[in-house]
């Protein structure tokens, strides 16, 4: 009786593995790609462009120091 459970305990394990094995490879959900943008936005050098701030966190603030001629 205790070989009969011991059996049965590794061959659950064991097919539990190759399953296991088999699943990951399927994609059941596919993964996210990424699309290469087809234009770029170019701004002429004397022209402005409108930024948008969505949101703010003041607590990683770190200045940055740009060059203006």
């Not at 059996?7 to 596919?30: E, F, G, P, R």
């Not at 790609?33 to 770029?40: F, I, L, R, S, Y």
């Amino acid at each position: 009786m205790k070989t009969d459970a011991y059996s049965k305990i590794i061959l659950t394990i064991i097919a539990v593995c190759l399953a296991i094995n088999v699943l990951k490879d399927m994609q059941i959900i596919q993964s996210a790609q990424a699309k290469a943008p087809e234009t770029k936005l170019v701004a002429p050098q004397s022209s402005t462009i409108d930024v948008r701030i969505v949101g703010w966190d003041a607590s990683s603030y770190n200045p940055v120091y740009v060059k203006v001629k």
